[in-house]
């Protein structure tokens, strides 16, 4: 979006100004209530109340807007593709063919779709409490949710925070796990996609209309009842879940590095494996994607083309290692040790990339933008809300 682009480059100008310990303008649009008794300079004073520096209460007021936008896409994968129960779903009756391509990936996935958004409803819910419990306000989007949703059979049809309908999947996470090199020494290194045609165009994770599932029927071998179409927005779900729980899994920890309050460390310690433990499961189910190939052009198609194949096949560990960043084989799943702190060091397996250099709120909230979930947002106001949230976590510094 040339909004979002927009105002990354500004964000160096923003951070200057906020080192002043001037409030920024930007804030004042979250509510008098942002930056609590009128303290400035995120990290240098602490709030009376809780012993929290302004610093640690802007990181949790990011999180907890993020965790707000993970469970509105999560909420919608499980109206149409979850177990169906009052916890989570609403008792819809989910879609049953949406439901069984994805059983493709895994016969679990319906499952795992309904925990994942059990998890992430349970994040916002825990940090909106702990921020009020600490005389701390609070993120509320849902004035933002205002983008249409799927009117497929399962879906409430509520409007929405996030667009599942018109997504560019970055797909360069499967390689960074499976390679030696660690994008946080060299972020232009290169990672080869996993599925390369969903990082172009527009596809979709779930069935727009009941156009998107007419043609197919559950059998003994849905492989072969369900069209390659709805297989192809179930394989495009499977890598999208393992593309927001990545995402999750660097950010947490990266944050963690500008907390000053112990307390609030444990809660982003505690969180932020649950993300890790998220995108393991889905990195493994999205490996069992089946080759295919499917040209969005039916109604409400984007006309985007996607191929899959078959990545238990791909190529594996060399010796050497490849430093090309091209290592792909399906079944690599734990994370292959890497170059951290200094190259003088031996490899180890990690989390990457955590970085505060690199990564962080910003980073984190552009790759959203980068992956379209936001298409479709009618109030200008959302990007700027998000992107203040972002800048005044990533402004918070550590004291000690």
Known sequence: MAQSETLIKKSANRRAFLKTGITAAGAATMGAGLLGGGLSAFGQERDGD???TQGDIAILRFLNALEQIEADLWIQYAELGGTQDKEVSGVNGGNPLYTGALSILDGDMAQYIHDN????????AFLKAYLESKGAEAVDLSRFATIPGSTATGSTGKTRLTNLMQLTVDTSFWSQYRSITNIDFDPSAPFVQAVPSLN?????????????TAGSSLSGDNTTSITPHLQAIAFTAGFHFAFIEAGGSSLYPTLAQKVTNLEVLRVLLSIGPSETMHFQTWQDKAGNALPLTDVDNGPGGTGATVTFTTLANAQGETNPESLKGDTLQA????????????KKFPPVAIIRPTSTKNGGAVASLQSFVNDGLFIGQKNPEFLRVMFSLAEEADEAQRRF
């Open 50 to 52: 809780g012993d929290l």
């Open 117 to 124: 958004t059990d998890d992430e409803i349970s994040h916002a």
């Open 200 to 212: 172009i165009g527009k596809h979709t994770a779930i069935p727009r209309t009941d156009a998107d």
């Open 331 to 342: 079944n690599l799943i734990m994370p292959e040790p890497t170059h951290f702190l200094n």
